[in-house]
């Protein structure tokens, strides 16, 4: 299979405070759209999007910031809705859909091991290995919300208390690399899952009403102000090219 320039970004602070803003804001965007206008309609225009996003970036012979990131935020915003579907429209509880979409992440990485003998994405150079990323992508929002939800409504935590839980979660992996030479592979993909319940616990925490543990100030401010930081900061990234992998910073544009 011919190999091409790499598809995603290199692992930088940068990358890490988009993935939990973008986690956010998929949470909040998810909860304003499912309530402004009918849920069917909300969903399909998720549905819409998230197609859109991984079709441009798919179309990509190389990493771009902007395209990348869109359909991170496509796939945040669907991700929820695929979640909060399963439990509002068909009554799973969050426990069971929780472990369903660990069981379909699992399978996921299963299957991305075998084929390609890693999951490590410094190697998502060919279309399929960037399929694969992309399908562990959508498993880890849709069980992290599954989760988050679990935590606040289900264990009764609350929004805040589940954001300090997973506030504390992700600091495992980041201890575990730095000072007792874990995998870096197993790290990366153990915050990476976290990553999504605590920005969707912290979107909770901000937009929900304080009737409902959080502060009340609504699902739509919280989108439009987390839209617009993740936009100034892929801006900069594309600008810069400062997450730009090392070895694929003079691939040329298609």
């Known amino acids: 299979m011919s190999r ?3 598809r995603v970004p290199e692992i930088t602070v940068y990358f890490w405070v988009i993935k939990a803003l973008s986690t956010a804001m998929g949470e909040s965007t998810s909860d304003f759209l499912v309530h402004a206008m009918p849920p069917v309609l909300a969903v399909g225009i998720g549905f819409i999007g998230f197609v859109i996003a991984l079709a441009l970036q798919f179309s990509m012979r190389r990493y771009l910031a902007w395209t990348y990131w869109l ?3 496509m796939v945040g ?3 929820t809705m695929a979640a909060d579907v399963l439990h509002v ?13 660990a069981v379909v992440l699992a399978a996921v990485f299963v299957t991305w091991q075998r084929t390609e003998q890693t999951l490590s994405i410094h190697t998502v150079d060919t279309a399929r290995r960037e399929a694969f990323y992309w399908a562990a992508v959508v498993a880890t929002f849709a069980m992290g919300t ?5 935590t606040a409504v289900t264990f009764h935590l609350g929004y805040f208390f589940s954001l300090v839980l997973f506030a504390g979660i992700i600091t495992i992996p980041a201890i575990g690399y730095r000072w007792f030479n874990w995998n870096p592979i197993l790290s990366f993909w153990f915050a ?4 999504r319940p605590l920005g969707a616990s912290f979107a909770d925490w901000v937009g929900k009403p304080v009737s409902l543990s959080g502060l009340g100030w609504g699902n739509g401010r919280v989108s439009l102000v987390l839209t617009l930081v993740i936009a100034c900061l892929v801006a900069f990234l594309a600008v810069t090219r400062k997450d730009v992998q090392h070895h694929q910073a003079d691939a040329r544009p298609r």
Do not use: I, K, Q, R
Request: proline share 3%; hydrophobic share 60%; net charge negative.
């Open 89 to 101: 429209g068909f009554g799973v509880p969050y426990f069971a859909s929780s472990a369903l979409y």
């Open 146 to 150: 599954a989760v988050g939800d679990m």
């Open 71 to 73: 359909a991170v935020l």
């Open 192 to 195: 990476y899952v976290v990553t």
């Open 4 to 6: 091409g320039a790499l």
């Open 77 to 79: 915003v669907f991700g």
